[in-house]
């Protein structure tokens, strides 16, 4: 599909429920060719993805609060204004550091992540369900690694 101009107005984008965390897409990967996605995703305290790597690049914009990182074997804690990056295949998990929820712009590229996201929205609805994610996450390209 070619690219399409996209507009979307504060608080529009559809709001998806993705492992404890709330993901809007501000810019769908139909709208890029699939080259990118833009989402915001809203971190509460202690939610979000265990540690995965996959093979398509990802950048993070710390809007709001403070995200607890894992890059690889590095484990911080990034504020508003700070910027990340992990390159394809890098080991990495996110959470909300605070009690207050962070919010954190994160673009992926090519853009692959929205199928994931989608299909945990719609199968994973109570924590019983949690165990279908890994599956849900190979069929995706993503692979999850046990924590520490």
């Known amino acids: 599909?070619?690219?399409?101009?996209?507009?979307?107005?504060?608080?529009?984008?559809?709001?998806l429920s993705v492992l404890g965390t709330q993901v809007r897409f501000?810019?769908?990967?139909?709208?890029?060719?699939?080259?990118?996605?833009?989402?915001?995703?809203?971190?509460?305290?202690?939610?979000?993805p265990p540690p995965h790597d996959h093979?398509?690049?990802?950048?993070y914009y710390v809007l709001e609060g403070e995200v607890r990182f894992l890059l690889g074997e590095q484990e911080e804690v990034f504020r508003k204004g700070d910027f990340i990056y992990a390159p394809g295949g890098t080991l990495h998990a996110f959470k909300g550091a605070l009690p207050e929820p962070a919010?954190?712009?994160?673009l992926d590229a090519p853009a692959t992540a929205e199928g994931f996201f989608r299909e945990v929205d719609r199968e994973v609805?109570?924590?019983?369900?949690?165990?279908?994610?890994p599956e849900i996450g190979r069929?995706?390209?993503m692979r999850f690694h046990a924590p520490g």
Do not use: N, Y
């Not at 093979?55 to 950048?59: F, K, L, Q, T, V």
């Not at 609805?125 to 994610?133: E, G, L, N, Q, T």
């Open 55 to 59: 093979p398509w690049d990802e950048a």
């Open 139 to 141: 069929r995706h390209q």
């Open 103 to 106: 919010r954190v712009l994160v």
């Open 1 to 15: 599909m070619d690219k399409q101009a996209i507009a979307v107005r504060c608080g529009t984008a559809e709001a």
């Open 125 to 133: 609805k109570s924590p019983s369900d949690r165990s279908k994610i």
């Open 26 to 48: 501000l810019c769908e990967a139909e709208r890029t060719g699939h080259a990118f996605s833009l989402m915001e995703v809203v971190l509460p305290q202690d939610q979000g």
